[in-house]
C-alpha cells in the first residue's frame, strides 16, 4: 500500500487536465489518472471540427494563459474566437501542449476500484497498486455511457457501431452506410462518409433537422447584444444564463434542472457543417427505426412511420450519451447506494461533491446539478476553480455537499 494522498482526480480529459493544472498552483498533494485528452483521441472521427467556437474550447488554468488561443500562437495554427472552426486535431494537441506547459503528471493507468477507507477512499489501478486518498474528483466523461438503442443493439458489431467507434471514417469508403440521429455527431460523420467515398444515408427521428445560426459578431450594436448575447455555449439569455451561473442552475428545481439539462441546446448541426450535407447526401425526417436484423451479410431496417425497409453494410449509431452510474466497474454497490441521485447522475452540492463526503463529480455527469455547461469544455473553468478551492480549503467552506444542498 502506498502512502496516502490528499486528492485522486479520475479522469485526464478536458476537466481532468483543468482541475489538475489548478490543484497543482494551489500546491495541493494529488495523483491524477487517465489517459488524456483520450476521447478526443480515440472516439472522434479524423476531420472533425469542434461545434464550440475557439474562445469556448479553453482547458483552465489559474492565470488563464494556457488557452487555445496561446496553443495556437506558439505552434503557428490559424486561430479566430469566433468564426473559424478549430480541427480535431489542434485540439487533441492544445490538450497535450496545456499538459505539458503546466508539467501536469498523468500516470496512465485506470482506476479499477474503489472502497470506503475511514475519512478517504481505497483506490485500486489496473496495475495492482492500492493507496488511499483523502478525496477523490471523478472526471471521467462520457467515454463509459455510449447509448444504443435496443432496437439496434441485437445486431452484430461488424455491422453496427456507435459513433464513438470510429476515428476512421474512410474505412467505409465503397460501402452503404446509415447513420442514424440528427446531431452535429450524426451529421459530421455523414458529410465524412460521403466525402470519403461511402454512399450514406441519415435516419433522423425527429421531423425537421435543426441548424445552428451563423455566430453573431462580437462587435455588433449594443442594442443588439442586448438583445441577444453571446456566450460559450451560443446565443440568446437563455444559453447566456447556462453558460457562465451553474452556481445558480443548481438552485432550480430538480425536475426543471433534469429537463434542462437533457433538452437545453438540444441535438442540431453547426452552421458551416450545412452546406456539406444538404443537397449531398440524403437525410430522411420522421424515421424512426422498429426493428433491426442481420440478413445476407447485410443490416435490414424497418422504419415506423413508412413501414418501409433499408439497407445497408453497417449501421452507425450517432445517437449520444446516457449517464449511468452502474456502468461504472469501479464504482462498488456500497459507495452507488449511499450516492443521492439526480437525472441519473450523482448529484453535487456547490462544490461538486457527492453525498459521499469527500468524493467529488466534474463534467458531463453532473449536468443535472450544475447544468448543461457542463456538457461542454467551456464548464472546465468553472468547476477546476471551485472544485480547486474547496480542496485547497480556500473556499470558507461555505458550499454544501449534495445530501443537505437540495433538500
Ligand atoms: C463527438 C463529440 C464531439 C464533441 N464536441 C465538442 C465540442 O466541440 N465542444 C465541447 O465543448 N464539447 C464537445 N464534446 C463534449 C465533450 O465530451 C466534453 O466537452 C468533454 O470531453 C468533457 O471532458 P471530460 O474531461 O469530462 O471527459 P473526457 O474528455 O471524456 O475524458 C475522460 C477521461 O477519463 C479517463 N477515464 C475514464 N475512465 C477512467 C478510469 N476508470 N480510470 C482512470 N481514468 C479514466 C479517460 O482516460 C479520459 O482521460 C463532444 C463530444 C463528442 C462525443
Redesign the pocket.
Same mark, same amino acid.
Given at each position: 500500500m502506498s502512502d496516502v494522498v490528499d486528492v485522486a482526480i479520475? +479522469?485526464?480529459? @478536458?476537466? +481532468? /487536465? %483543468?482541475l489538475a493544472a489548478h490543484l497543482r498552483a494551489a500546491n495541493v498533494n494529488y495523483r491524477h489518472? +487517465?489517459? @488524456? =485528452?483520450? /476521447?478526443?483521441r480515440g472516439? =472522434?472521427p479524423q476531420g =472533425?471540427? /469542434?461545434? %464550440?467556437q475557439g474562445f469556448?474550447?479553453n482547458l483552465s488554468d489559474p492565470a488563464g494563459r494556457h488557452t487555445l488561443e496561446a496553443f495556437c500562437q506558439a505552434t503557428s495554427h490559424p486561430y479566430q474566437g469566433y468564426g473559424l472552426p478549430?480541427p480535431l486535431e489542434n485540439?487533441v494537441n492544445y490538450g497535450q501542449w496545456f499538459q505539458s506547459q503546466l508539467d501536469l503528471k498523468v500516470e496512465e493507468?485506470?482506476?479499477?476500484g474503489m472502497a470506503r477507507r475511514g475519512d478517504g477512499s481505497g483506490l485500486t489501478l489496473?496495475d495492482g497498486e492500492e493507496f488511499v486518498a483523502r478525496r477523490v474528483v471523478v $472526471?471521467?466523461?462520457? *467515454?463509459?455511457f455510449a447509448y444504443l438503442p435496443q432496437t439496434l443493439a441485437g445486431l452484430p458489431a461488424s455491422m453496427c457501431t456507435h %459513433?464513438?467507434a470510429h476515428t476512421d471514417l474512410a474505412a467505409f469508403r465503397g460501402q452503404q452506410v446509415v447513420v442514424v440521429g440528427a446531431g452535429? %455527431?450524426a451529421l *459530421?460523420s455523414a458529410a465524412l462518409l460521403h466525402e470519403n467515398g461511402a454512399t450514406v444515408q441519415v435516419l433522423a427521428r425527429r421531423n425537421v433537422i435543426g441548424w445552428n445560426g451563423q455566430p453573431l459578431n462580437p462587435v455588433r450594436p449594443l442594442l443588439q447584444r442586448l438583445r441577444e448575447p453571446e456566450a460559450g455555449l451560443g446565443s440568446g439569455w437563455s444559453t447566456w444564463f447556462y453558460s457562465n451561473h451553474p452556481e445558480l442552475f443548481r438552485r432550480l428545481p430538480q425536475r426543471t434542472r433534469v429537463y434542462r439539462a437533457r433538452t437545453a441546446l438540444g441535438p442540431a448541426g453547426a452552421s458551416w457543417l450545412r452546406l456539406r450535407v444538404e443537397g449531398q447526401l440524403p437525410v430522411r425526417t420522421g424515421q424512426t427505426v422498429t426493428a433491426a436484423t442481420a440478413l445476407d451479410g447485410k443490416v435490414q431496417l424497418t422504419i415506423a412511420a413508412s413501414d418501409g425497409r433499408v439497407t445497408a453494410d453497417h449501421v452507425i449509431a450517432a445517437t449520444g450519451?446516457r449517464i449511468d452510474l452502474n456502468r461504472?466497474?469501479?464504482l462498488p454497490d456500497a459507495i452507488r447506494s449511499s450516492l443521492r441521485t439526480v437525472g441519473g447522475s450523482a448529484a453535487v452540492g456547490g462544490d461538486y461533491q457527492s453525498s459521499v463526503p469527500g468524493l467529488y463529480f466534474?463534467? @458531463?455527469?453532473v449536468a443535472p446539478s450544475m447544468g448543461p455547461v457542463m456538457?461542454?469544455?467551456?464548464? $472546465?473553468r468553472h468547476a477546476a476553480t471551485t472544485v480547486s478551492r474547496a480542496l485547497a480549503g480556500v473556499s470558507g467552506r461555505t458550499a454544501s455537499a449534495a445530501g443537505t444542498a437540495d433538500r
Open positions: 479520475i +479522469g485526464a480529459g @478536458p476537466y +481532468g /487536465l %483543468s489518472f +487517465g489517459v @488524456p =485528452m483520450r /476521447l478526443w472516439a =472522434m =472533425m471540427y /469542434l461545434k %464550440s469556448a474550447s478549430v485540439f493507468v485506470f482506476v479499477t489496473a $472526471a471521467i466523461g462520457v *467515454e463509459h %459513433s464513438s452535429q %455527431s *459530421e450519451y461504472l466497474d469501479f466534474i463534467g @458531463p455527469s456538457r461542454f469544455v467551456f464548464g $472546465a
